[in-house]
């Protein structure tokens, strides 16, 4: 059986493993350091123009074999498995949380507070969007005052987003552009961002993605990256509650066990593999799994509803530009009547809806050449408001991850299931919140000689988290507030699985901040010299 040893073993490699080895390498460089992720390692940056460009010609997914076939979860939203994670096709906005996230229970007798307080947070936000490389412009809200700038100014505006800031604008709604991890200038390393009109595969590295990062990281003598390696168990010491093993395999030598050995393990997996690893690693000294004993691994899943609605605007839009750069408003992240609680962002896009060519008229005349263009410009007259707003929900307990023992992937492991359930409080405010959100709408497309075409809510949780959520008590949480579990000291949890609650907006840049923060931790385990 192959083992390697290091101090530090990560377990996935996607963004959250991507910034923890890279600031661990920079706190403590004589330390070694393993990431172990299941996917394949997606280097090949020459070829995605090609990919792209398939992408767009064919509707093809544009990271070739960024998946396992039998290593899929019930309920997940992204089955990116790949050095890199869904950052790798990520959007990349990179909004902040706020204060209420973190207290509603002080602040609303609401759900539960972090264990962290908001202006240690805000440092280590700070720190997130300089290493991702962010470019914004600041909040107009005093609520959202930064300690620093943004890295970079925000992305230009095009023709389609001035429009829509001059319609949004006039409800009397202060609206900005979404700060997103994209070069304004040429930075760390990466060219300008030209506006590809492709995010979720960016062929010129404007966009960040953790790939970079691993590259990077790979020219050190003491990393090393094991990639299309499953852990499938963690193993404690014979007397002591710490871990000493990690079980693996290889997908390249599936009848040759892998065993890896640290004295810190981090599990850096997401939202739903690092519970289910939890889960997997029972024994009979801890029958419900590894960091358990609260009962608490695969509970209070969570992520944020959402309300939608198509706007049909006085303006003239020429869908195409740029077209996940949007606005934002931070309006209502505070709460100003506290009986009626309902907290979102709202956010606005360009929309070709309602105004695509088509070969058919409303009369259902068949429509081609001249009439099919005439056609086309008249309906061009006006332009289309894509508008959402992703509201702060709250899990109940039985919001879980679970073990599911009828489908298993090939090496008999039980795989995960997902099932989001709202606690009593937010199930209560369900009729209120989408009155709100009506009246909003309508509010929006009134001020600008609007209509409203369509509204819709979502049918899942965006942004999902949670899992492992971190407290100070250990009864009713997994990890302090730095991912250190209760139960095993030198087993941490990074990122999104830490979360107890998902806020009102995205969450990439809350959990990298948190992983910074952890990494210190982590690095302190570890005497100097």
């Not at 992204?78 to 207290?103: I, K, P, Q, Y």
């Not at 930064?146 to 505006?157: C, L, N, Q, T, V």
């Not at 499953?230 to 079980?247: C, F, H, M, P, Y």
Request: with cysteine; glycine share 8%; charged share 25%.
């Amino acid at each position: 059986m192959p083992r390697y040893e290091s101090d530090v073993c990560i377990i996935g490699g996607g963004i959250t493993a991507a910034m923890l080895a890279l600031k661990l390498s920079e706190l403590r460089p004589e330390l070694s350091i393993t990431v172990v992720e299941a996917g394949k390692r997606l280097f090949d940056t020459e070829n995605r123009m090609a990919y792209r460009q398939r992408t767009i010609d064919y509707a093809e997914n544009a990271w070739p074999g960024d998946f396992i076939e039998d290593q899929a979860a019930q309920g997940v939203i992204s089955r990116t498995m790949a050095v890199g994670g869904s950052a790798l096709h990520w959007g990349g906005t990179c909004n902040r949380f706020s204060e209420e996230d973190l207290r509603l229970k002080s602040m609303f007798g609401l759900y539960t507070d972090w264990p962290l307080a908001w202006t240690e947070l805000e440092k280590f936000y700070c720190e997130a969007e300089r290493r991702l490389g962010v470019s914004g412009e600041p909040s107009p809200f005093a609520e959202d005052r930064r300690s620093e700038p943004y890295p970079m100014a925000a992305m230009a505006m095009t023709h389609n987003l001035i429009e829509l800031k001059k319609w949004a604008d006039q409800s009397g709604i202060p609206f900005q552009t979404t700060p997103q991890a994209k070069n304004t200038e040429p930075y760390d390393g990466r060219a300008k961002c030209i506006r590809c009109n492709t995010c979720s595969i960016c062929p010129t590295g404007a966009r960040y993605s953790p790939d970079y990062t691993f590259r990077r990281l790979l020219q050190r003598k003491n990393f090393a990256l094991h990639d299309q390696t499953l852990v499938r168990k963690l193993v404690l010491d014979n007397a002591k509650s710490t871990v000493a093993a990690a079980e693996a395999v290889s997908y390249q030598k599936p009848d040759d066990p892998v065993e890896y050995r640290a004295p810190v393990f981090v599990l850096a997996s997401g939202y739903c593999w690092s519970p289910h690893l939890l889960l997997l690693s029972r024994s009979s000294r801890f029958p419900n799994g590894l960091a358990n004993t609260s009962g608490l691994v695969g509970r209070y899943m969570c992520g944020h509803a959402f309300q939608s609605a198509m706007i049909e605007i006085d303006a003239r839009i020429y869908p195409g530009m740029n077209e996940q750069h949007g606005l934002i408003s931070r309006q209502f992240f505070r709460v100003t009547d506290r009986e009626h609680f309902v907290r979102h962002d709202l956010r606005v896009w360009e929309s070709a809806s309602g105004h695509e060519p088509r070969l058919r008229g409303a009369d259902g005349r068949i429509l081609l050449g001249d009439s099919l263009l005439a056609d086309w410009r008249q309906r061009a007259q006006r332009g289309t408001a894509r508008v959402r707003g992703y509201y702060d929900v709250h899990p109940d307990r039985d919001s879980s991850l679970t073990l599911d023992a009828s489908i298993k992937n090939r090496f008999g492991d039980p795989l995960p299931k997902i099932e989001h359930r709202l606690d009593a409080a937010t199930q209560a405010r369900r009729d209120a919140t989408r009155e709100h959100f009506q009246q909003l709408f309508q509010k929006l497309a009134q001020a600008g000689n609007g209509k409203v075409l369509n509204t819709g809510a979502g049918n899942y949780l965006d942004h999902p988290a949670g899992g492992c959520r971190m407290g100070a008590d250990p009864a009713s949480s997994v990890c302090d507030s730095f991912g250190q579990t209760h139960d095993h000291e030198n087993l941490f949890v990074a990122g999104s699985p830490t979360l107890p609650n998902a806020g009102c907006t995205n969450g990439t840049l809350t959990f990298v901040a948190l992983t910074l923060r952890s990494a210190e931790r982590v690095a302190a385990r570890f005497p100097k010299g």
